[in-house]
Structure formats: C-alpha cells, structure tokens
C-alpha cells in the first residue's frame, strides 16, 4: 500500500504533535528499543525512527542477575511508544 502526499500529510495532522512513519506507520517494522553505547554508556535509546528519553543507572550483580533472568524466555515486542512533547529533562521534583 502507498501512500499519497495529501494521504500523508493528513496522516501526519492526526498523528501530531507525534509522527506518521510512512505506509504502516513506521518506516521500520521493529518491535524492540536500540540501544546505542559507546565504551559502556549509552548515548542513544531509539524506537524505530523516535530516539527516546532515557536515564542510564549503574546496577550491581545481583541486580543485573535478576534482569537477565526476568526477560528469559520472554518474546515480547513493542508497537508504539506514547509521550508528551516539551519535556527536555527530569523535573525539578526527581
């Protein structure tokens, strides 16, 4: 399925303030988060075309045990992500 641009820029108007992604609402059909590190801290948390929000907390081995063992098995996949637009860091509460 193709889309026109008048389809698009209505898809668009509906989606604000997020994004339309192309055909099926996304230019890529990937169900999980990329995690972009460099020497050990993350520096990039995507979903599909979206970089996302994100804090990175240093874990000690019992805790990181515990999570390997908590996705085992797991297959789950993400279809979207929701937010508010405007917020550019931790609020003065955090």
């Known amino acids: 399925m193709t889309v026109s641009t ?4 209505a898809k668009q108007r509906l989606a604000a303030p997020g994004r339309y992604y192309g055909d ?3 230019i890529h059909h ?3 988060l ?3 590190t460099r020497q050990g801290r993350v520096v990039a948390v995507w979903f599909r ?3 996302l929000p994100f804090r990175q907390t240093e874990v000690d081995a019992q805790r990181a045990g515990e999570m390997d063992r908590a996705d085992a098995g797991q297959d789950v996949t993400l279809t979207g992500v929701e937010g508010s637009a405007g917020r550019t860091g931790p609020s003065s509460s955090e």
């Open 6 to 9: 008048d389809q698009f820029a």
């Open 24 to 26: 099926g609402g996304t």
């Open 30 to 32: 990937t169900g999980y």
């Open 34 to 36: 990329a995690v972009e």
């Open 49 to 51: 075309c979206q970089m």
